[in-house]
T-cell receptor, first 115, second 114 residues
Framework: DPKIIQKPKYLVAVTGSEKILICEQY?????MYWYRQSAKKPLEFMFS???????DNQTASSRFQPQSSKKNHLDLQITALKPDDSATYFC??????????????FGEGTRLSVL | AQSVTQPDARVTVSEGASLQLRCKYS??????LFWYVQYPRQGLQLLLK??????VVQGVNGFEAEFSKSNSSFHLRKASVHWSDSAVYFC????????????FGQGTSLSVVP
């Protein structure tokens, strides 16, 4: 059973719309992350959260807003969608923000296509 | 700046043959290093990790990797591949000063043929 659940698995959106990508983890981890995998680019770090607080933000655009309503949730809201936002978005988690010798575990991703 | 280079975008090997996937990193100190694998239509799974100590680390499914500080490398090896090893392999770096941010290589797509 997957311990990091991302919903939906596939998402199609129109340019200019807004979408929320859901991530829940059932590992008891305190740190959660978002990464993006675009075509022909390496996986890119976006955000890290620890105990529901933003620790690091490498996303230049304010159109990407993480939301953490519970310790084991880290959703990603994307507004004013553009075709360049088309990518697979991965959620990950680890026991602690500073890893403590534990590598992050990843969900199966949400594949977003913006038309 | 930190970076990871996987020079081989695609590798094809015969089933039962040995495998080496190359990884070079750029970082001024000693990084944390990982190999992750992505099977078709699945998420990323951790194969192995290196933090310190013995430069040869063992992972799951018979994979191992060797860290070389002098060569800034962290190559992945397997003695005998199976068709189920076909996947995309990512070499990943984390700077101890920036734990939360993983830096990924471009990935190497491995195809194991009969």
């Amino acid at each position: 059973d997957p311990k990091i659940i991302q919903k939906p698995k596939y998402l199609v959106a129109v340019t200019g719309s807004e979408k929320i990508l859901i991530c829940e983890q059932y590992l008891g981890h305190n740190a959660m992350y978002w990464y993006r995998q675009s075509a022909k680019k390496p996986l890119e770090f976006m955000f890290s959260y620890s105990y529901q607080k933003l620790m690091d933000n490498q996303t230049a655009s304010s159109r990407f807003q993480p939301q953490s309503s519970k310790k084991n949730h880290l959703d990603l809201q994307i507004t004013a969608l553009k075709p360049d936002d088309s990518a697979t978005y991965f959620c990950a988690s680890s026991q602690d923000w500073q890893y403590n010798n534990q590598a992050p575990l990843f969900g199966e991703g949400t594949r977003l296509s913006v038309l | 700046a930190q970076s990871v280079t996987q020079p081989d975008a695609r590798v094809t090997v015969s089933e039962g043959a040995s495998l080496q996937l190359r990884c070079k990193y750029s970082y001024s100190g000693t990084p944390y290093l990982f190999w992750y694998v992505q099977y078709p239509r699945q998420g990323l799974q951790l194969l192995l990790k290196y933090y310190s100590g013995d430069p040869v680390v063992q992972g799951v499914n018979g994979f191992e990797a060797e860290f070389s500080k002098s060569n800034s490398s962290f190559h992945l090896r397997k003695a005998s591949v199976h068709w189920s090893d076909s996947a995309v392999y990512f070499c990943v770096l984390s700077a101890p000063s920036s734990f939360s941010k993983l830096v990924f290589g471009q990935g190497t797509s491995l195809s194991v043929v009969p």
